[in-house]
């Protein structure tokens, strides 16, 4: 190579030139996936399943019972927004946010089911829903006509 004025000049070295500059940053590095906080739609997918849990039959309503839709819906609201309140406050910066999701979702399974709990328990509870399990101190039907039975009827079959 020469200069303008006809002086021999030497090319720059490739590998010098390559070590200056800095490294690009490949895609993967570059975007880093975070998990916490959740986005809108997330939360609103969140709420969407908590309102199909709480007003359909599921595990949980064969025990505590269904609860009609609207309320639901205001239930399932409040339960992902204190839920969500109660989680975001215990990051630190070098959690990747997952341990951070796992407390939401604690959050929220405790706060449904202290929910369902609660209505259960409340004069509001619809009566003719049934818990799964009867009550302790209520004998049980085959039980009761087992006693009807009298002793003297037993020695004289």
Do not use: C
Request: cysteine-free.
């Amino acid at each position: 190579m020469t200069d303008s004025d006809g002086t021999a000049t030497a090319p720059p070295k490739q590998s010098e030139d390559k070590m200056m500059l800095p490294p690009a940053p490949s895609p993967a590095r570059s975007s880093h996936l975070s998990i916490w906080p959740p986005s809108q739609r997330t939360r609103d997918a969140v709420i969407s399943r908590l309102i199909e849990t709480l007003s359909t039959p599921s595990v949980l309503s064969k025990r505590y019972g269904t609860i009609p839709t609207d309320e639901a819906a205001e239930a399932a609201r409040r339960i992902e927004e204190e839920a969500f309140a109660a989680s975001r406050h215990s990051t630190t910066p070098e959690d990747d946010g997952l341990e951070i999701l796992q407390q939401y979702s604690k959050e929220i399974s405790k706060r449904m089911l202290e929910t369902v709990k609660a209505r259960a328990g409340s004069d509001t509870a619809p009566n003719n829903i049934a818990p799964a399990t009867p009550p302790l101190d209520v004998p049980h039907p085959a039980d009761s006509a087992a006693e009807e039975v009298p002793a003297s009827d037993e020695a004289a079959a």
